[in-house]
């Protein structure tokens, strides 16, 4: 029996039909990768996970990520980061709860970011029956294929300068301030604006407006418009696909050739509550 992959008719993402508490074996691994790779996003539907299992099937995919913000890790668990908006007895939160407002890809500042973020939904916010806090995923693969020629030829070999400390937060974000032993483990980092996938060779944009600061060889009077250029060409919406989450789903995307958006449609005491593994990546090429 083959895989059940049902596409969902947008620029990117699929349902795998596969329940993740079994055991796994290597063809039915690669034929998920495979799947994977084909959709950039995927969503295993209903999926009952202990911790544990979460971190193997992740782990699969490569070495993972012990996320900088440590204080909401899990403990016993730190490959798990705890995404949430609810607060503990003591009025603290439990999670961040400001993950993906703007839009981003997770870990460009590093010199090896994720290869792809596996995200598993314990409690979704609702209002009158409907789930709320979607998630808005688009494909930059689909936006450099678009882009014209001339452009694509302007930024062959181009590199655009990536910083953490630069990322848009919320007004009044709850997260902590970045420590000075965090800034310096996260120094400036320039990658390829266009990146070759490691496992498919297919070209993706890969630039976003609010954590590159610069283009190597460029005057910053020229790279931030640049910058900001292709990163409204990313998010069109003839490149997006829109996720809609139900509890129990295990969603997983890939960081080289998308971008996301979580939207923040819903507060206390409507509850969102995410568990998150990251996988490590190769150096951008």
């Known amino acids: ?12 993402g699929a349902e795998i039909g596969f329940d993740l508490s079994r055991d796994m074996d290597e063809r039915q691994f690669r034929e998920i990768e495979t799947a994977f790779h084909d959709n950039i ?6 999926q009952t996970l202990s911790n544990a299992r979460h971190i193997e099937f992740s782990r699969r995919f490569g070495e993972l990520e012990i996320h900088i913000v440590r204080k909401y890790l899990l403990p016993d668990h730190p ?8 607060r503990d007895e003591n009025g ?6 400001d993950a993906g407002f703007t839009w981003h890809t997770d870990t460009s500042y590093l010199r ?55 990322r848009k937060r919320i007004a009044n974000s709850p997260r902590p301030k970045l420590t000075k032993a965090q800034l310096d483990a996260t120094p400036d980092v320039a990658h390829p604006i266009v990146r070759t996938h490691p496992g498919t060779g297919r070209k993706a944009l890969y630039v976003t407006e609010g954590e590159c600061i610069g283009i190597e060889g460029m005057p910053e009077e020229d790279a931030r418009p640049l910058i900001a250029e292709l990163h409204a060409h990313c998010i069109r919406e003839e490149f997006q696909y829109r996720h809609k989450w139900q509890v129990g789903d295990l969603l997983m995307w890939d960081n080289a050739t998308s971008m996301h958006l979580a939207i ?7 509850r969102r509550l995410m568990y998150r593994t990251t996988v490590i990546g190769d150096v951008p090429i």
């Open 112 to 166: 090896r970011p994720s290869r792809c973020s596996l995200l598993h939904a314990k409690e979704v916010p609702e209002r009158d029956g409907h789930s709320i806090g979607d998630t808005v995923f688009t494909n930059t693969v689909a936006a450099y294929e678009a882009l014209p020629d001339g452009m694509k030829k302007a930024l062959n070999g181009r590199k655009a300068i990536h910083r953490y400390s630069e």
């Open 79 to 86: 490959e798990i980061l705890r995404i949430s908006n609810i």
């Open 264 to 270: 923040c449609d819903y507060q206390l005491p409507e």
């Open 41 to 46: 996003v995927v969503v295993f539907r209903g």
């Open 1 to 12: 029996m083959g895989l059940s992959v049902k596409q969902s008719g947008a620029a990117l």
């Open 92 to 97: 603290e939160q439990i999670g961040l709860a």
